[in-house]
């Protein structure tokens, strides 16, 4: 066993070293050149089109352009933000922040290109719901069949054994029974309900849970950072100048921390950054298919939004408040680090359920969102007669999670979610011109359109 143990982790450190890292970020700054800063000079229309509603937007889709960032940010705002950022810094220092924000900078454009190619070459099933994602566009854009179906094998793989069942039910669990002293077996039971209940609801009910519970959670939790912060506002630009310091030297020992060099803080932020915003792994382009827009470049707009909000504004909170609290440079490391941050920011009480609520609400989207995500992905391979028996195996899975040791799933979880970018990097590289020319010509009608109302 701890030689399955050693391989694996061999492996996994391969599949998320520097190719694939450069291969991510390399993707994100040709498309940012080649899109001409779209993440920078298009945001503020994409804010409008994401919060002005779906005037114009057109029929085709199942749910609101609005309704499918939810439902990929239900997938993508989850413990990476609680336990992914701190993780980071805790190996690579506080400049693994800086390299978080680069990433997630580039990682906009990525975001962009992947969901505007995904309502290009979406299609409908025969429930007559949309279907999309990277599997489509590999096979109708690039016409690359067996590479589609790969991406989905791995899809499916993420969705049933990697970070959409186990890793998040643990989470979930083990804060319940450590801040609430709820037995495991009743809070896995709960949680298996619900999720029968929101999933086999299908996309809408899944959106609809997705609206109401993302935004909420988003905001209460970006409160209770700005709190911290407000209470330490003296301190941040000190704090932000450490950030910048470590990202480009080698941070000093101190206290619990070890130390880490240059290299370290890139991985750390990079991988880190990547694996909470999901930008070029293909899973958000699947809940973006479902959007109810005439426009792929619209919805590519609202779509990169989502790195924006998940890794700019929320990593960046939490990064922040881990530092501003000084606990990155002592013993604890992950959720008890946050937690700690908390406790110390806020009050001891208050503090430590920040982090469990956080990480309950956060976990419980992220697999409802990545039971979509598995679904379309069994969708692509075995057709809608797939979809039923797919379900139940997923929520004899929730159940099971609570009871798992965990030590090899999340190394598998992050094998097979580094797999998954492969065929969707490959997809997104192919297709660079069709973004590029969807991109000038939607800009250009755009341009035209208000010079006419300007001389009306």
């Known amino acids: ?35 001409g800063a779209i993440q920078v000079l298009r945001l503020p229309l994409a804010m409008r089109y994401l919060f002005g509603g779906n005037k114009g937007s057109g029929d085709q889709g199942d749910i609101s352009s609005f309704a499918a960032l939810c439902t990929a940010l239900s997938a993508t705002i989850g413990t990476g933000n609680i336990v992914g950022v701190a993780t980071a810094i805790k190996m690579g220092g506080p400049g693994a922040l800086f390299w978080m924000w680069l990433a997630a900078f580039f990682g906009m454009a990525t975001k962009y290109a992947e969901c505007l190619l995904s309502v290009k070459y979406r299609v409908k099933d025969e429930n007559g719901q949309m279907a999309g994602g990277p599997m489509y566009y590999i096979e109708r854009g690039l016409g690359q069949r067996w590479l589609a179906k790969l991406f989905a094998l791995f899809g499916i793989g993420v969705a049933c054994f990697g970070i959409g069942t186990f890793p998040q039910v643990n989470a979930i669990t083990q804060a319940a029974h450590i801040s609430l002293h709820i037995p495991l077996w009743l809070s896995a039971l709960v949680l298996t309900v619900l999720v029968a209940l929101v999933t086999l609801g299908g996309i809408k009910s899944i959106s609809a849970v997705a609206q109401k519970t993302v935004p909420a959670m988003a905001v209460v939790y970006v409160a209770a950072t700005v709190l911290v912060l407000f209470y330490n506002y003296q301190q941040i630009p000190q704090a932000l100048m450490l950030v910048l310091h470590s990202a480009f030297n080698p941070t000093a020992a101190t206290g619990g921390f070890v130390g880490a060099t240059i290299m370290i803080a ?3 932020g990079v991988a880190r950054g990547v694996f909470s915003n999901e930008s070029g792994l293909g899973s958000a382009p699947i809940a973006a298919a479902a959007a109810k827009t005439d426009s792929c470049v619209r919805q590519g707009l609202v779509s990169m939004t989502g790195t924006f909000f998940d890794t700019i504004i929320i990593c960046t909170m939490t990064g922040l408040t881990l530092i501003l609290t000084g606990v990155w440079s002592g013993d604890s490391a ?26 309950v609400f956060f976990a419980f989207t992220t697999i409802i969102g990545w ?33 798992l040791k965990l030590d090899l799933i999340w190394i598998i979880a992050d094998i097979v979610n580094g797999l998954m970018a492969v065929p969707n990097l490959i997809g997104l590289i192919g297709l660079r011109h069709v973004v590029i020319s969807e991109t000038q010509k939607y800009f250009a009608a755009l341009t035209e359109q208000r010079a006419v109302e300007n001389m009306a």
């Open 1 to 35: 066993m701890e030689m399955i143990h050693h391989t694996l982790q061999a492996v996994d450190r391969f599949i998320w070293g520097p190719p694939l890292l450069i291969l991510l970020v390399g993707t994100g700054v040709y498309l940012t050149w080649r899109l």
């Open 371 to 403: 039971n979509y995500y598995g679904e379309r992905c069994v969708t692509y391979l075995f057709g809608v007669k797939g979809i039923r028996w797919y379900k139940y195996f997923f929520i004899v899975l929730v159940a099971c999670g609570a009871f």
């Open 334 to 359: 992950g959720a008890a680090m946050t937690t700690l941050a908390f406790q110390q920011g806020l009050s001891p009480a208050i503090g430590q359920y920040v982090v469990t609520f956080g990480l």
């Open 266 to 268: 890139i991985q750390s």
